[in-house]
Nanobody, 123 residues
Framework: QVQLVESGGGLVQAGSSLRLSCAASGRTFGSFSMGWFRQAPGKEREFVAALSWLGVRTYYADSAKGRFAISRDNAKNTLYLQMNSLKLEDTAVYYC????????????????WGQGTQVTVSS
């Protein structure tokens, strides 16, 4: 079983950048496809970005394209989400997850989740 721990969230101003990290432990990290989702209060968990187990293929929600970049370092067992030009609407708890369905945009395809990290964007 893989365990995931997110970090890197915080309170930032609109237009700023943040880099989220997701540290994995347990089973071999490099054999899984992974993704980032987010959930704002009162809303469903929504897809942000995903990438293949080698990190070659990436997938983004329209809201993330051009601003966010997903990457992974299998040697460090860590997944990243670089977020630039942050907007008020990016405020949410961000979760990383593991899936055997590469690029899936559906949260129920992800079998393991971290506890989440809060990102708050202020004006």
């Amino acid at each position: 079983q893989v365990q995931l721990v997110e970090s890197g969230g915080g309170l930032v101003q609109a237009g700023s950048s943040l880099r989220l990290s997701c540290a994995a432990s347990g089973r071999t990290f490099g054999s899984f496809s992974m993704g980032w989702f987010r959930q704002a209060p009162g809303k469903e968990r929504e897809f942000v970005a995903a990438l293949s187990w080698l990190g070659v293929r990436t997938y983004y929600a329209d809201s993330a394209k051009g601003r966010f970049a997903i990457s992974r370092d299998n040697a460090k067992n860590t997944l990243y989400l670089q977020m630039n030009s942050l907007k008020l609407e990016d405020t949410a708890v961000y979760y990383c997850g593991v899936t055997d369905k590469e690029g899936s945009r559906w949260y129920y395809d992800y079998k393991v989740w971290g506890q989440g990290t809060q990102v708050t964007v202020s004006s």
